[in-house]
């Protein structure tokens, strides 16, 4: 079946540093990619999606490529800041083989250090 | 209205008891998802509706839980004879059309059962 692995955390930075958290898929299908993020005491937002092989998704200075040959998707952020530190979530749906829900990694813990 | 709307926020349960637990979505969403999270882990999917029929099911853990969407709108996840596993936080999504657009997550129901 259709799964997400994304690299385990606490990712530890300090501000302005370069980020890059790994995510890895496995489909039956052409997924959709996503990455979600839920900063502490909010609910999870849509950070960032692709929906075909080449696309680059980005919002609020993170990008993400969709890699089909390499069946990743990772988030990547030139320089990170103290807001940023959240929960990270890579995620695929795979409608186009009638599975018609988000399928979540388990998450990846980002801290900031001023 | 302006996002995804549920309730309680908290909820605390004697085991063996029943609960709701209320979603209302964006209006006009036509697709709504119920998933819990445990501590550190990823949203699990546990059911899907388009309009008011559950398309897909297969999340739900076993018979004592339970969804319904009868207008189409409002959903309530009901879950029988609780049990202390059955303890996360349940959170409800809702889309447009479907998982390809991407969800928006309400806050979550925190369920305690002690």
């Known amino acids: 079946g259709n799964s997400v692995t994304q690299m385990e955390g606490p990712v530890t930075l300090s501000e302005e540093a370069f980020l890059t958290i790994n995510c890895t898929y496995t489909a039956t299908g052409y997924p959709s990619l996503f990455w979600y993020v839920q900063y502490p005491g909010e609910g999870l937002q849509l950070l960032l999606k692709?929906?075909?092989?080449?696309d680059k998704g980005s919002n609020k200075g993170f990008e993400a490529t969709y890699r089909k040959e390499t069946t990743s998707f990772h988030l990547e952020k030139g320089s990170v800041q103290v807001s940023d530190s959240a929960v990270y979530f890579c995620?695929?749906?795979?409608?186009?083989?009638?599975?018609?829900?988000?399928?979540f990694g388990k998450g990846t813990r980002l801290h900031i250090l001023p | 209205g302006a996002g995804v709307s549920q309730t309680p926020s908290n909820k605390v349960t004697e085991k063996g008891k029943y609960v709701e637990l209320r979603c209302d979505p964006i209006?006009?969403?036509?697709?709504l998802y119920w998933y819990r999270q445990s501590l550190g882990q990823g949203p699990e999917f546990l059911i899907y509706f388009q309009g008011t029929g559950a398309a897909d099911d297969s999340g739900l853990p076993n018979d004592r839980f339970f969804a319904v969407r009868p207008e189409g709108s409002v959903s309530t996840l009901k879950i029988q004879r609780t049990e202390r596993g059955d303890s996360a936080v349940y959170l409800c999504a809702s889309s447009p059309t479907g998982p390809q657009d991407g969800y928006t997550f309400g806050s979550g129901t925190r369920l305690t059962v002690v």
């Open positions: 995620a695929l749906s795979d409608p186009m083989n009638r599975d018609d829900k988000i399928i």
């Open positions: 209006s006009g969403h036509t697709a």
């Open positions: 692709a929906t075909k092989a080449d």
